[in-house]
DNA sequence: CAAATTCTGGCAAACGATTACAGCACCTTG
DNA sequence: CAAGGTGCTGTAATCGTTTGCCAGAATTTG
């Protein structure tokens, strides 16, 4: 059965009219005597035809198709952003081509050039760096594109990102509900700009109620962690902080396996949290996380990206960027106490009152 | 700078040729004087040129696309996948379009019909169930397409799967030789065929060396362990088998945490683990865990598809569908014991010996 | 009944790249 | 110098759809 694809003529000569006829029959792009649109309709059945994207496409200077620009060292936390954009698009018969970056701020722009020879209808980048934002926005040129995740320059292109002061805020909060005075962070690096940045933050918003210290600074890895912590450790019980506020849970799972070896109780002696929730998909309820809304992003994101397609007609000057900030979910774990307030008498630890201690108001 | 893109025929017209040339020296189907060469590539730079993919591939009736069909119910766990797919394509200078499908056999079809519209030049899928996997090979008709994951049919089509014997088996062997001798599998469904098939595996590997009880089934979720493990509990100590086999990293958190909860010691007195990582990309090291190969499921995918697209100009009779099995790797986590042999006094369980005892040969 | 209007369907020209074929210039060789 | 190559380049057809324009039919209106 190596029949080649039916094309439009050949349905438009089964059902005995012209190809014209034939394709206003089926796109409905104007009205067709009723006969003729059923003659049609069954021809094209009949021969299994399938309308030739490829060719509409070139017709109509219009592909039906988003491109989506991931970073590639991620190990996999974006792929609920990557359901839910695919998802958006599909409400939309939109298709979605996908093409990851290399660290490297050439690589995102390549394949925003690729992207555009391909001629999508618009693009959603996550950018991998600050640089790369700028530049594959410009290779973009007229087609909308909107700007996802973490680094994102605000005035040249709609974007969404997390609504970082929330964030911290919700872990502070956290830990000073649950009497943690002396914290410590784990796997950021003050001379990075964005890393800089959130330990202001962080610091900001413990402000009065806790004191923020920063470890040496380790890589966000798993071994990172645990360089971290054995480091910490080795300094004595005097060092140890109330809490360990960490740069994701990769870095947490290093540093709770170290605690986990030296009998360090958690969350009785000290508590740990993850800034970045890794596998949001996953619930294993280890380590309490800051999980990223990338279903929420993503979503925004579609409908930022279609909003300035509707808008494309309007006078160009006039355009002005948006900006989306979301705030994350704050997912507890066995890594903090179970209820707010002091911390409970050790042996009651493993298995945990039911009663709930009024939780204090630190807003 | 709303310029409209530029065609190969301002780059002729600019460069002072035909776009017949024009074309030959971008693309260097036939050799070209080099100094009309040198001009043509000065006039195509200077206009910011780029050909336009989706007229050429009406041209030569190939797209360079290949199209990714996944389930979408996944947590996550197959983003590995998708990028190590990625990146075979992206080697092969091909395009990534991707569709999720619903957990229902029709929307798989519909997929790859519409794959089929886009004139993708090739199919790699994975199939939500058994019956979408038949209709959908059929879908594609001409177009190479490969399967790849867990529902396969092997005599329609290429497919890349997990080599299930050895899977069990390396499990099995792994709780063995940490003296578990009665084993319970939690969140597996004898009523479904491949969690059946699944069981006698486990029990065939089990063979002689420990006896393998199953559960009353519970779904293969968060909260379907923790169910589980409460009856398991509530039955008395007696009740309690040597090892948990959970279907996947989930349900074994949920195990965990009840387990923990009630003060029984986990890898002391019960070991678990996990018969499918829902997370490869993250290291927590909580529980061992059978990861599927990912990586290279999506290498193997992508090398089939290549090689079937090679193949297509050969007799169409007599080509034979080619199956694929890889091994998982097992990862230990702390919630099995750290070496082979029996559990070691409880005091000493938290600061593990650096001596390794001899494993025990059971093949 | 004629004229004006509406409706339907077909012809043919795009969309932008590739390539079979033909033509022209130049070189080699008898 | 002529015949036959060889090597580039240009003309035009082609891929499959969509759609502006036109012609004829059908319907309404004066």
Redesign the interface.
């Known amino acids: 059965?190596?029949t080649p694809e039916p094309t439009l003529a050949d349905v438009a000569a089964r059902a005995g009219v012209s190809v014209a006829t034939a394709s206003r029959a089926l796109t409905g792009a104007r009205p067709v005597s009723d006969t003729l649109h059923r003659k049609v309709r069954d021809a094209s059945r009949e021969l299994g035809y399938?309308?030739?994207?490829?060719?509409s496409?070139?017709r109509l200077q219009r592909?039906e198709?988003v491109g989506l620009v991931l970073p590639?060292y991620?190990?996999?936390?974006?792929?609920?952003l990557?359901?839910s954009v695919?998802?958006g698009l599909?409400r939309n018969d939109l298709?979605?081509?996908?093409?990851?970056s290399e660290p490297d701020a050439l690589h995102d722009v390549g394949n925003v050039?690729?992207l555009?020879?391909?001629?999508v209808d618009g693009i959603i980048i996550c950018p991998s760096s600050l640089e790369a934002s700028q530049e594959s926005i410009e290779a973009a040129?007229?087609v909308p594109i909107v700007q996802v995740g973490r680094f994102v320059i605000t005035d040249r292109s709609d974007s969404v990102g997390l609504d970082e002061d929330r964030a911290t805020a919700m872990l502070i909060a956290h830990l000073v509900e649950r009497e943690a005075r002396r914290l410590l962070v784990v796997g950021l690096d003050p001379d990075a700009p964005a890393d800089a940045r959130r330990i202001r933050a962080l610091r900001g918003a413990a402000e009065g109620a806790a004191a923020v210290d920063v470890a040496p600074f380790t890589p966000a890895v798993?071994d990172g962690g645990i360089r971290a912590a054995e480091r910490l450790v080795a300094a004595g019980p005097g060092a140890l902080p109330d809490a360990i506020i960490c740069a994701n849970?990769?870095v947490a799972?290093g540093v709770l396996?170290v605690l986990?070896?030296r009998?360090i109780t958690v969350p009785g002696r000290v508590q740990v949290v993850s800034l970045l929730d890794?596998?949001?998909?996953?619930?294993?309820?280890?380590?309490t996380t800051l999980r990223h809304p990338w279903p929420e992003m993503g979503r925004e994101a579609v409908r930022l990206l279609l909003d300035a397609q509707q808008r494309r007609r309007e006078p160009?000057g006039e355009r002005i960027a948006r900006r989306v900030s979301l705030a994350p979910q704050l997912v507890p774990g066995?890594s903090t106490r179970e209820h707010p307030g002091p911390a409970p008498a050790p042996a009651a630890a493993?298995?945990?009152p039911a009663v709930i201690p009024d939780p204090k108001e630190t807003p």
Chains 1, 2 share one sequence.
């Open positions: 059965m190596q399938r309308r030739n994207a490829v060719a496409a070139l592909t198709t590639r991620t190990t996999g936390f974006l792929s609920a990557i359901e695919s998802d599909e298709s979605l081509v996908l093409r990851y050039e690729s555009m020879a391909r001629r040129g007229p798993l849970d990769d799972a396996a986990r070896m009998g890794l596998a949001p998909g996953r619930e294993d309820l280890t380590v160009v066995h493993a298995a945990a």
